[in-house]
């Protein structure tokens, strides 16, 4: 079969990777077309665009970008005739996915939302639009399932959260080399995950530094997102008890002590270590 898959963000990216491992063991001939990150081209398939140039958010900067935004969705549609794929799945990313799904069903495409929208906290009444123009919701959380189907009277299936499954299939860390390998001392690590988009992360990582001299005790080390060079972080790492790691979060997070999380994705990530964090927003 030939799927193609719109991941918008860093997270989408690495749950649309296991989707697609998933969907080789039991297709084998299985082709794949999409929009995602690294994760997912190391999966293998034909990557469209990547989510770097993807990642607008707040009011003002979409506002900024709305030309870039409307011809992606242009091209879009036209690559996805132009494929013409069995399926279109969407990974989260509803203010993209929800546009695309919408012209996809009318153009008798078969839709598949993997990871919903997260309607049950804020503007439900885009149900209407999911149960108009998607054929099959997959959710990754308990009570999602019964909000759909109990509440709104639209059939989905429960498939559990990917991260656990991530992060149980992770190989464990060694402390002394993890230390060793970053230059990092001997004090307890605060873990900043500042976020991925830049406008996010030069905004909330500015707020979580400046806690940094009341806690001297402390070493705090920023966990650099994969969509971002690390250049782009040089100009936080002037306090001398700042550090940096690149594309280990999942390393940083099982040897600190606690953590200062931007909200998201990553706060999920962070509890499933069990690290003790303040959520910033």
């Keep these: 079969m030939k799927y193609y898959i719109i991941a918008g963000e860093a997270s989408g990216d690495l749950h649309a990777a296991n989707l697609m491992k998933a969907l080789k063991k039991i297709d084998a ?10 994760l997912m081209q190391n999966v293998g398939g034909t990557l469209v665009k990547h989510y770097k140039e993807l990642a607008f958010m707040g009011f003002f900067e979409v506002l900024m970008n709305l030309r870039t935004i409307t011809k992606n969705l242009s091209f879009c549609k036209k690559d996805i005739e132009a494929y013409q794929p069995d399926c279109v799945i969407f990974i989260d990313y509803p203010g ?15 839709t598949h939302y993997y990871i919903s929208p997260q309607i049950w906290a804020w503007k439900e009444n885009r149900i209407t639009a999911i149960k108009r123009d998607v054929d099959k919701m997959y959710v990754i959380l308990p009570f999602e399932k019964a909000f759909y189907e109990d509440k709104h009277g639209m059939p989905v299936t429960f498939v559990g959260h990917p991260l656990i499954d991530a992060i149980a299939n992770r190989t464990q860390v060694d402390e ?18 500042p976020g991925s988009r830049k406008q996010e992360i030069n905004k ?22 994969p969509s971002q060079d690390p250049k782009f972080y040089s100009p936080f790492m002037a306090n001398e008890n700042v550090y940096f790691v690149e594309n280990c979060t999942y390393d940083l997070l099982s040897v600190s ?25």
């Design 29 to 38: 001939s299985a082709d794949f077309r999409f929009w995602g990150g690294d």
């Design 96 to 110: 993209f996915n929800m546009r695309i799904a919408k012209w996809a069903k009318t153009e008798g495409y078969k």
């Design 176 to 193: 002394t080399d993890f230390r060793k390998k970053h230059q990092l001392n001997d004090k307890p690590i605060i873990a900043l995950l």
């Design 204 to 225: 909330m990582l500015t707020g979580m530094l400046s806690v940094v001299k009341r806690f001297s005790d402390y070493q705090f080390v920023i966990a650099g997102a």
């Design 257 to 281: 002590h606690a953590a200062l999380v931007t909200s998201g994705t990553a706060t999920l990530e962070t509890a499933l270590f069990k690290v003790p964090e303040v959520v910033c927003y």
